[in-house]
């Protein structure tokens, strides 16, 4: 019979019923290191007094109006994003898909607009990840997102990841936007060079298409910087955010330049629930914590002390791990076991990963973990480690 939720996952068999910092207490009372922070989402940890006072404050206030009217929550996160980005506008949702769904659409409407409606084309890059709706598998392709559930939304090109010159090859009259991860989560912790990115932006301005840039999960403060696209020293025309922006409540948002969002007037996208004053109250918590120097600061410092580790943790066992890589606090040991055991292996030393694609293992710790949480983490790996290759 099947179970009354949906069996859509593939679950370990553990039940956390409370979080504290970096960790989390299973209902039989173990207490588990949390290095995937709820994939990238707890960007601030577990009960953070300054989310726990803000979300307890506005729940007590207004949890929900509609955007049927102006919502002083909302407006202040939004200029709030616009003073920290390349963004003059910005448009919430509940969640990382979503985004995608508007971003789309901003593309095509920014030609439509434009007198070129034929432009609809959309270059995406393989291993890429882009959520489960229509345009979010549609956009990442590849079987394991798409397989039965055609006809998929059509105009979806997906380029070699890394292969920035087939994008000029790619490029015709039909195509409205190219959409990148600047670091590739799911598909395995894969950074785009800033090279690419800084030629990626080159070969969208010439050809006068939008590029838009997925940092569901490499945003937010995870790479060290609040986005990870300033590396590069390149600013997109449209960017997706989720994940860490809620600290652990459902929100996401696309941010664009006045030029790409010209068509979204209005009635042209909306949401019921997108933007809310509980969900925004703590958006404004989480981005005034995140986007301070200080903080970014040490998210840096923090990862080259992860970093290291890694690289120690690849060298004293070769047998289960090949290498380390990843940037900020967003980083991959690619294993030469399965990543699987090694995910499972953590499990048994009370220690949460996230594996990913390409036969990586992710680390996506809160981005305020302790240098103690960081040796911490990676002693557990090491007799992680030992049990697989023993
Ligand atoms: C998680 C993720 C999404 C989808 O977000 P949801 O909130 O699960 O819909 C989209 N893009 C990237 C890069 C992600 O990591």
Not at 227 to 239: C, L, N, R, S, V
Not at 376 to 381: D, T, W, Y
């Amino acid at each position: 019979m099947i179970p009354s939720v949906l069996p859509t996952y593939a679950r370990a068999p553990l039940s956390f019923v409370k979080g504290e910092g970096s960790w989390l207490i299973e209902a039989d009372g173990r207490r588990f290191l949390d290095m995937g922070a709820g994939i990238a989402v707890n960007a601030l940890g577990h009960a953070h007094p300054k989310l726990v006072e803000a979300i307890t404050n506005q729940a007590a206030l207004l949890w929900h109006t509609s955007n049927l009217y102006n919502i002083p929550n909302q407006t202040a996160l939004a200029d709030r994003l616009v003073e920290e980005t390349f963004a003059d506008t910005c448009f919430f949702t509940n969640s990382g898909t979503e985004c995608a769904e508007l971003a789309v659409k901003m593309a095509r409407k920014y030609w439509y607009e434009k007198g070129q409606p034929e432009r609809t084309g959309i270059i995406a890059f393989e291993g890429s990840f882009h959520g489960r709706s229509s345009a979010g598998i549609a956009a990442a392709g590849g079987d394991k997102l798409t397989r039965g559930f055609g006809p998929l939304l059509p105009g979806f090109t997906q380029l070699t990841w890394g292969d920035i010159a087939a994008v000029n090859d790619a490029i015709d009259d039909h195509t409205a936007a190219v959409i990148v991860e600047p670091v590739q989560g799911e598909g395995g912790i894969r950074p785009m060079a800033d090279e690419d990115l800084q030629e990626l932006r080159g070969i969208c301005n010439r050809n006068g298409i939008l590029l838009i840039l997925d940092e569901v999960q490499c945003g937010v403060g995870r790479t060290g910087k609040l986005f990870a696209h300033e590396w590069a020293g390149i600013t997109p025309d449209i960017m997706m955010i989720a994940k860490g922006i809620g600290g652990g409540f459902p929100l996401g948002v696309v941010v664009a330049t006045q030029a790409a969002a010209a068509g979204m007037v209005a009635g042209t996208h909306g949401s019921t629930y997108g933007g809310n004053p509980l969900a925004c109250a703590v958006g404004l918590a989480v981005l005034n914590e995140v986007s301070q120097p200080e903080f970014l600061q040490e998210v840096r410092r923090k990862s080259g002390l992860l970093r290291q580790k890694l690289e120690g943790l690849v060298a004293a066992h070769p047998d289960v791990f090949e290498e380390a890589r990843g940037t900020g606090l967003m980083m991959g040991l690619k294993c030469k076991a399965s990543n699987i055991d090694v995910v499972n292996a953590g499990y048994d030393n009370e220690i949460l990963t996230v594996p990913a694609a390409d036969n990586v293992v992710r680390f996506l710790p809160p981005l305020n973990l302790s240098d103690a949480d960081i040796d911490e983490a990676v002693a557990r790996l090491h007799k992680a480690a030992s049990q697989i290759s023993t």
